[in-house]
């Protein structure tokens, strides 16, 4: 099992920017497929954006395609998720989540077992 901590969510204007981090526990970070989901109030949780284990493939949903970016770094354990020209539609609990699953359907929540407590992004109009 391993350990995620979010963070770097917070009250944003529409149009600005945020970078969340997500820090993993363990020493085999680097085997994990890391995925970001999102959960807006009254709603399913969906999936935002994953990365593979050494940072090669990237899967994206298409509602934040050219808004999104995912990455890794995993010496230090974190992996990110860049927003960018944020939307009131963006406003959400967002999880960090680790797949040690291998990269097949890396949108299924189903494929992760470890997640994280979520950060909160909210943006205004």
């Known amino acids: 099992q391993v350990q995620l901590v979010e963070s770097g969510g917070g009250l944003v204007q529409a149009g600005g920017s945020l970078r969340l981090s997500c820090a993993a526990s363990?020493?085999?970070?680097?085997?994990?497929?890391m995925g970001w989901f999102r959960q807006a109030p009254g709603k399913e949780r969906e999936f935002v954006a994953a990365?593979?284990?050494?940072?090669?493939?990237?899967s994206y949903t298409t509602s934040v395609k050219g808004r999104v970016t995912i990455s890794r770094d995993n010496a230090k354990n974190t992996v990110y998720l860049q927003v960018n020209s944020l939307k009131p539609e963006d406003t959400a609990l967002y999880y960090c989540?680790?797949?040690?699953?291998?990269?097949?359907?890396?949108?299924?929540?189903?494929?992760?077992?470890?997640w994280g407590q979520g950060t909160q992004v909210t943006v205004s109009s």
């Open positions: 989540a680790a797949s040690i699953r291998g990269w097949a359907t890396p949108w299924s929540p189903d494929r992760y077992a470890d």
């Open positions: 990365i593979s284990p050494n940072g090669g493939l990237t």
């Open positions: 363990g020493r085999t970070f680097s085997n994990y497929v």
